[in-house]
């Protein structure tokens, strides 16, 4: 394993990164584009493009919101200096933090707004949780569908040709674009990399049996997964829609965006620490995002949150290296015991099957045993044993 010399970021990241002759990597690399960049021209330009779309009769642009921090700074662009009339369109996963739940229901107050929240069945939720976990290990793999189609489904349903999301995670995350691509949304991107080449009809009873996967079929149909099938690119052609990010056109920070819309609007952050990272602004739309959601992560690749966060924030100038490290020795490992244990019962499943489900997804280029134990390398130098091997 090899790791960013600037940042904490590995080689075999979840999100594919590129290395310089410097060891730097993508994501550090596009991130130095943001000094060089002219935002106040930017935002020009976003306000012309705005322009194109503003109606007399109709919304003049879908908003994805979940609540947080960069949905709150997203709809404050849009409403306050834009003067645009937005639809704000939430898909709910069932399980909010508290805090996040009120954000959530505070928007349409805070900047007088229509808000659709889209809740599918909690039981059919329960079942994709299951499913998501055994079949690809992301238990959230129901939210990232329902983040990137619901909205769709309503800007098509209301004819609302422009969105705008906020920033692009996987340019923020590994520079997989650069700032002057100004990169949409499209549904290749959406397929491919968020839902990781998995679709609705891959959980349903058929999709199961047609990946031979038959044995963990959840009595999922159709109709059940609705809210998760993506329209089709004539529905899409006919309205005319397109998802622009907001993270191109103004100099994007989710610490400052917190920041703002707290003293703005009340904006509240998780009342509790995680357990996985020292961040408390981020991933209030699911509880389970910054617990074993993430646990699985580093099952996976080795790594976790205490990683990306510290190292967004060497990149801001807010943290050094060293202190990125220490974040990472403290939170990375960590097996969240209370998040876990609500998920279980959520689900109905016992801890033994939890790991020996987890032990399946663990990438053999990170880790190996040793007595009965999973060994890493750590990026600090030397080797740990990070739990026992599932029997």
């Known amino acids: 394993m090899n790791y960013c010399t600037n940042c904490l970021v590995p080689s075999l990241s979840a999100v594919a990164v590129a290395f310089d002759e410097h060891g730097v990597c993508s994501a550090c690399r596009v991130s130095r584009q943001r000094d060089q960049i002219d935002w106040d021209r930017r935002f020009d330009m976003l306000r012309e493009l705005c322009d194109e779309y503003r109606s007399e009769t109709n919304y003049d642009i879908v908003i994805p919101v979940s609540g947080g921090k960069d949905s709150y700074f997203?709809?404050?662009?849009?409403?306050?200096?834009?003067g645009l009339k937005p639809l704000l369109v939430t898909y709910h996963g069932n399980n909010y933090l508290p805090e996040g739940e009120y954000n959530?229901?505070?928007?349409?107050?805070?900047?007088?707004?229509?808000?659709?929240?889209?809740?599918?069945?909690?039981d059919v939720l329960i079942k994709m949780n299951r499913l998501g976990f055994k079949v690809q290990g992301d238990m959230n793999w129901h939210a990232h569908c329902g983040i990137f189609t619901t909205p769709i489904q309503v800007a098509l349903r209301y004819k609302v040709p422009l969105m705008m999301w906020g920033e692009h995670g996987f340019l923020d995350l590994g520079g997989m674009y650069s700032y002057n691509d100004f990169v949409e949304f499209t549904a290749k991107h959406r397929l491919e990399?968020?839902?990781?080449?998995?679709?609705?009809?891959?959980?349903t009873d058929v999709g199961l049996d047609r990946m031979g996967r038959g044995e963990l079929k959840e009595g999922l149909t159709d109709k059940d997964l609705l809210?998760?099938?993506y329209p089709s690119d004539d529905e899409i052609d006919e309205v005319g829609v397109r998802g622009i990010y907001l993270g191109n056109f103004v100099d994007w920070d989710g610490h400052k965006n917190a920041e703002l819309v707290a003293r703005e609007y009340g904006w509240k952050p998780a009342d509790i620490e995680f357990e996985r990272t020292y961040r408390?602004?981020?991933n209030l739309d699911?509880?389970?995002?910054?617990?074993?959601h993430d646990y699985l992560k580093f099952v996976k690749f080795g790594y976790g949150r205490g990683t990306d966060h510290?190292?967004?924030?060497?990149r801001a100038g807010r943290m050094t290296r060293e202190q990125g490290i220490e974040m990472v020795r403290r939170y990375d490992h960590v097996k969240p015991r209370r998040d876990l244990d609500r998920w279980l019962r959520y689900v109905g499943m016992d801890e033994a099957e939890f790991d020996r489900i987890?032990?399946?997804?663990?990438?053999?280029?990170?880790?190996?045993q040793e007595d009965g134990y999973w060994v890493k390398d750590n990026i600090w130098g030397g080797s740990s044993r990070y739990g026992r091997v599932a029997e």
């Not at 990781?196 to 891959?202: E, K």
């Not at 987890?358 to 190996?368: A, I, K, L, N, S």
Request: hydrophobic share 35%; charged share 30%.
């Open 74 to 82: 997203q709809t404050h662009v849009a409403t306050k200096l834009l």
């Open 104 to 122: 959530l229901l505070r928007m349409r107050e805070a900047f007088d707004c229509d808000h659709i929240i889209v809740r599918p069945s909690t």
């Open 227 to 229: 809210w998760a099938q």
């Open 358 to 368: 987890c032990d399946t997804f663990r990438d053999p280029r990170v880790w190996r």
């Open 286 to 292: 699911d509880m389970h995002e910054n617990g074993i």
């Open 310 to 314: 510290a190292s967004k924030d060497i």
């Open 193 to 203: 990399h968020s839902l990781r080449g998995f679709d609705w009809h891959d959980f």
């Open 280 to 282: 408390r602004s981020s």
